[in-house]
Each structure stands twice: as structure tokens, then as C-alpha cells.
């Protein structure tokens, strides 16, 4: 990777402001409440709350809860609030509303998909996945096989994939970006190489919904699940989602079926019928007030290109790189995420033999980025929620933070924080 | 059931309040935000909010999520909030805090319990259930038997489980109390009679915590499952719990194995490690921000004696009943719920052939109970958050809906409402 300075990359911090000032994606930071100090690069791991989220929650707890306590199921439709939740989020994933369900947590939903998935595969008994993916992913096939002993879990390099979808293969569970590096999975490609093959897709969005556009039905892909608190920005722990192709949604039973996703759930009906549409992949009663928290977010996205978002997070790496290119070959850092721009999500990851207290002295300084082990400290760059002048000024503190040794500091070794 | 006066019970308005002022649970009901208007009979379904609960959500805005961001995991120790909420939970159930976890919703507690209780059982294939029990605790083993076509649900009645705890019966699945009538189940005798049948046991708490002590270490019961947001006042959706008995802590695998039960979260380990205890029953992420309100409505429990706030929801449910007695029976309502004082929980069910159009004009009246079909109308005696004197009050506005006929309005008989 290029870096440094180089064409097409601001070359000042007055350049920057400049530029966040013709910017007119640049007012959206606004919708947001900024850190008290510092500059945040981290929303790529829990995002900054929107004002619109900290508003409704307040209204849910006020006007809703305590306003209308049990009658708010109806008045204030909170049984409606996944549905109109999922609508939000399916044309930044390329979805039909009617394709994505909001519900749980990026776990319980990668099961649900992953075991409905297999009886639609009822003679394959592999499950695909990747070395090194996102370990709560592994760890849900995992309980799977334990229900299913029939089932063998397939783990290839990243770069393997294609070549391992033989017909054998029942689902292909793949991250659309690596938690680590943020290189991107060739999505259009490996969903119709596994669609060639007969298997069944489920990709797990959580790095780059928000961000970079999976465009799920125009790749033909079968199924995904994703995160609401990383660039969707809908508070810690939000719900999750889950896009269940329309070709599917006939067949496909739902291994929790919880009342939420019974096609009548105040019925109290003995037997379960399921909901129409991927609304079926529900189970239990939704947490109202973190669904709430996310569905306000998501009203940042009305009317935005998510392309135009794509090419502002990758500005803003850009101008980071433009200026703490030197620092950062200086002092030791290797960029471990991919060179080309097109083929990463929207942080930037650098392995350094001190990744830890470097992580700790820069917060210190300021600047909120995250340590993953062994050795990787990740830099966000969230195009909703950030400026180039932020970007910049963040790459002149992690200079003086390395310069001046600072991060040499015993007190930053000391392993506390658990993100 | 004996309805009408009684030895015992007030005889009017005056001394309704008489003992609202000498009960030394009386002035708890400040800790509850009030509902604006009427009286409030449905707390079985949906607690009213503690005011610690808004005040700490509002705090989990602010000075958490926007103050702290991804810091705090750390600084606010969202990471530790389940376990906090699991320990505020325990001794209203009889169990140890580690014999707690709190996560995910009823729904998908009840199926992580059942799946990892027949591994435990590997020689049985049968889960007994009760005839007419809430109908999502049967889906969710309907979808697990549909991953494990060798398992067999057999359904018996209530009063039929007992006999039916043979040989083959690898888990009891039960309601502490009926959702429709409030009667509870003999949970030590058939704790102890599965026990002796060498099955486990699986309650599901969700219409008792909080109300009627289930003692479940004392009862030897092996695994239970309960709700947030009835008479634990969590919020809407708030997050559910689940016990495991500490002897099982050892050999229970989590079907749903989620980054959140594994040893080390933040250790990002490919392979999966169980934590400690109950803990290896999370899954997925928590919702912060419900489980924060959650955890504040249990404060309201400290230093309560669980035995004197159900002997007060008896005492409302009788003051209820003294006022509301003759209309009940002059206007052909049946009490379905169990005529013992001992042999029910918080709620009181009477069928009616108008049941819909009374409880909606009940609510229009000022007094918001529910409709469960097919004829049920549900009042609930919430001990923490009404007084005797509303008790009363709720019986007088019952009595005036029936006398003048207003149900009868045909507003009352379209089905708007989903709860």
C-alpha cells in the first residue's frame, strides 16, 4: 500500500477543511454527537450515537413506556418496529424490505440461517467456511454440528474458497470483510461460484453494512446476516439483522421459532405457522428500547447514496495515510490490509510488535482506535460520523505519540481493557 | 373461588387506604412512574418503569454511549452488566448468581436449554410438555425437533405430568404459573418426582419471577428460563433469563455458543471455551441499552423479602375481588384461575362470552387488564406497583361498565389491538 502523500490526497490540514467544506456529504456529521474530546476510529466497532437515536429512546422511555405502557405494542407500534426497521436497512444491502428481518444478534441469526439452510440441502453435509473468519461465526457452526453430528465443518484459506465449493457443499459462510484487515470477499463472485455448485450463500455483513454496498439480490446471494452497531450506528449491543432471499422464504423453516415470527403472534395458537417473508426469522420478544436506538439511526441513510459513503470512508483513510505515511514506516508498522483501495472495507489495520500500549498511548492522546491480538491496531474511518481535518489531525498525533515514545509508558502495557 | 366480601378483606375505599398507608411495602409504588391516567392491572405483562430504570437508561445515552463510546465496555463495564443483572435475579429465584445468566429472550433461552439438556440425557429421547403451555415454549421444541428428527415432544395435560415422567423422558419442559389461569405447577413435588425418574427439569418462570418465589435450588430444580419485562419491570423486550443448576455447570455445552459465553471474549480464539457457570448461556452481543434499564428496575428488589410482596399481590387480588364480587356474578363472568389463594400466581383470569369488547371498554373506563382468547380477561396484581385503594377502584369502574352497558358499544368489538 501507497503510504504518504500522493496524488489526489490532501497535502495540508487547510487543504482538509477545505475540502470537508465543499464536502456535501460533510453536514451529516452534525447529526451526530461528537466524543466530548478527541477524534474517534472506532465506529467501525460501535458506532457514535445520532441525536435522532438518543431523541426516540428518551420518547420510548417517556412518552411510550411510562406513557403508554402495555397499549404501546399498538400505539406506538413497537410490534411493527422490526418490520419498519428492516425496511431501512434492505436498500443499503441491497434487499427487498420484505427479504430482511431485524432481530437478535449477529450469532443467533448466523445459526438460524445456517441450520434452515442446511434442509434445503437435505443431501449436502458440509458447511463451508473460512480460517480465520470471525470467531463468534466458527463458534455458532460449531454448536450447530453439535445438534447435527452428521455435519462436517470445511475451513479453507480466504483465497481457497472457490476452489473448495464442490458438491459436497451444502452453505458457504463467509464475512464480506475481515474483521482484521478488512479485505473484502469477492461477494458477486463466490455467490455464483456457489450457486454453480449448488450451494447456498450466508454472508456475514457485520464489517460492511452501512458502508460498502453488498448488493445481496443483484449478486444472487442466498442469505447474510449483519451487525446494527458498527457503521449502522444503533447503540451498543443493537439488534441485529438478517436477509433471507425471496426465493427462499416458501421453503425455509426457521430452527427458533419464536412467537415474533408465527404468522399470528397474539393468537397464542398451539401449533406455529410462520410469518410471511423473511419477518419469519424472528423469535422472542425484540429489546424495544436498543430496536428503537437503531431504527432512529438508520434515518440518517434516507436518501443517500451508498456509494457516495464508500468513496468518502476511503477518503478519509486516504488523508490519514497521506499524512502519517512517514510516521508509520518511521516507526515500524506494516499495513496489513489490502493495498488496493476497492478491495477494503472502511478501517485501515497495522500490525507493530507493540500494537497494544501504542493502541493505549494514542487513546491517551486522543484518538480512539482498537487493538485486535495478536498484534493489529485498527483505525475506522465511518464516512457519517467523521472530517478529513479529524482524519489528518489524528495521523499528526499518532506521529507524536511514536516520536516521543510516549507509548513506552509501563501504564499502557497493563492489559485491562477488554476492547 | 369465593368472589364478595370476606374475612379478611377491606370492605371499602376508606380502609383500602387505611392499609395502604400501614403497609410498609406501600411507599415503593413511588419508585414507579405513574401511568397519566386509570389503573394499571397489567404489570403481568408489562411491569410499568422504575424511575431508577429511566434515569439509568437516560445516563446509558449520555454519559455512557455518547460520553464514553466503545470505551465503555470498559468504563461503564457493559461487559460485566449481564453478570450484575444476573446476581439482582438470583435471589429472587432461589439461585446462586452464577447459576444466572441473563441474554437473548425467553424464546431462545427455553431452546439453548433443551438442546444442551438432551446431551446431558443421551440416552432418552422424549421432552415432556404440558398441553395448552404458552405456545412459544412449544414452537421453539417443535424447531427443535425438526434439527433432531429423532427426538419426540409427548403433551400432556397439567395434571398429568407427573405419571407421564417415565423412562424415556430426557426433559420436563414446564410454566411455573399458567399464562392464561395463574395456576402454579407443583414445581418442588415434580422437580423432585422427575428427579427421581432420572429426567431434568426445564421451568419456565416467565409469569412468576419476580412474584412467586420458585426457591429452585431448594426444589432441585435442574434448569429454568424467565422474562425481563412482566413483574421484573425491565422495559419492553427487555433481555431474559436462565438458570443452570451449578452441578451441570461442568458438562453443558451451549448450542448457541456465542462469542459472549466464551471464556475470553476479547481473546478472539478460534476455538470455542465455555466461561464459567451460567455465563456459557449467553450467545450473541447484549442489547446495552435494554439490559441497562433491565438492571435498574431490579434495585427496587433490594432487601425485599420475595414472600411479602406475593402475600401483598394476594392482598390486592382480594380487595379486588371484595368490591368486584357481585358484579362478576351478576354479569356471568367465571373465574378460571384456581380458587386456592396458595394454588395461584398474580393474576386473576375470568372467561366471559364478551370478554374482547369488556376488556377494551375496561380500558376506555380507565383500567387497562387484557384479553387473552379465546373469552379470558386478564387482571394483574402487581405488588410492588398498585395500592389497595386502586384495587378497589378498578373493581367500581368494572362494575360501572357492565351496569351501563357500555361494552356494548360496537367501537369496542374491532380487533385493532395486537395485545
Not at 1 to 16: D, F, I
Not at 144 to 161: E, M, N, Q, T
Not at 271 to 280: L, M, T, V
Request: some cysteine.
Amino acid at each position: 500500500m501507497r503510504m504518504g502523500p500522493a496524488a489526489g490526497r490532501p497535502a495540508s490540514l487547510a487543504e482538509c477543511r477545505r475540502r470537508d467544506l465543499a464536502d456535501p456529504l460533510g453536514p451529516l456529521v452534525r447529526r451526530f454527537r461528537q466524543p466530548r474530546a478527541g477524534i474517534y476510529l472506532d465506529g467501525n466497532s460501535l458506532g457514535p450515537p445520532p441525536r435522532a437515536a438518543i431523541t426516540a429512546v428518551r420518547r420510548a422511555l417517556e412518552a411510550e413506556w411510562a406513557g403508554e405502557l402495555v397499549s404501546g405494542w399498538n400505539t406506538a407500534d413497537w410490534i411493527g418496529l422490526p418490520a419498519r426497521t428492516a425496511a431501512r436497512i434492505a436498500p443499503l444491502i441491497g434487499a427487498r424490505p420484505d427479504e430482511v428481518a431485524v432481530a437478535d444478534s449477529v450469532s443467533v441469526n448466523l445459526f438460524k440461517l445456517a441450520a434452515g439452510a442446511l434442509a434445503l440441502r437435505p443431501d449436502r453435509r458440509v458447511l463451508l467456511a473460512v480460517e480465520g473468519d470471525f470467531p463468534t461465526d466458527g463458534y455458532m457452526l460449531q454448536g450447530l454440528a453439535g445438534l447435527r453430528p452428521d455435519l462436517r465443518i470445511r475451513k479453507v484459506a480466504a483465497d481457497r474458497l472457490a476452489g473448495a465449493l464442490d458438491g459436497e457443499v451444502a452453505v458457504l459462510v463467509a464475512s464480506h470483510a475481515d474483521y482484521r484487515t478488512a479485505a473484502l470477499a469477492d461477494l458477486p463472485g463466490l455467490s455464483r461460484r456457489a450457486s454453480e455448485a449448488g450451494a447456498l450463500t450466508l454472508w456475514d455483513l457485520s464489517h460492511t453494512a452501512g458502508l460498502v454496498p453488498a448488493d445481496l439480490a443483484a449478486a444472487g446471494a442466498d442469505m447474510a446476516v449483519g451487525c446494527g452497531y458498527k457503521y449502522l450506528n444503533g447503540g451498543p449491543g443493537a439488534p441485529a439483522f438478517a436477509f433471507l432471499a425471496r426465493r427462499h422464504h416458501e421453503a425455509f423453516a426457521n430452527p427458533l421459532p419464536g412467537w415474533m415470527g408465527h404468522a399470528e403472534p397474539f393468537a397464542f395458537a398451539p401449533g406455529y405457522a410462520p410469518a410471511a417473508g423473511a419477518a419469519r426469522l424472528m423469535a422472542g420478544t425484540p429489546p424495544i428500547l436498543s430496536l428503537t436506538a437503531l431504527h432512529a439511526a438508520l434515518e440518517v441513510y434516507d436518501g443517500l447514496d451508498p456509494a457516495d459513503l464508500l468513496e468518502r470512508s476511503r477518503q478519509l483513510a486516504d488523508t490519514f495515510l497521506a499524512r502519517a505515511g512517514p510516521a508509520l514506516e518511521a516507526h515500524g508498522f506494516t499495513c496489513v490490509s489490502p493495498p488496493g483501495r476497492g478491495d477494503r472495507g472502511g478501517h485501515l489495520a497495522f500490525s507493530h510488535p507493540h500494537a497494544y500500549p501504542v493502541v493505549q498511548a494514542l487513546i491517551a492522546a486522543g484518538v480512539t482506535g482498537d487493538f485486535r491480538a495478536p498484534d493489529l491496531m485498527r483505525l475506522g474511518f465511518s464516512p457519517l460520523t467523521l472530517t478529513r481535518a479529524q482524519a489528518w489531525e489524528a495521523a499528526v498525533r499518532l506521529e507524536r505519540v511514536m516520536d516521543s515514545g510516549a507509548w513506552r509508558d509501563p501504564a499502557f502495557a497493563e492489559r485491562r481493557r477488554v476492547t
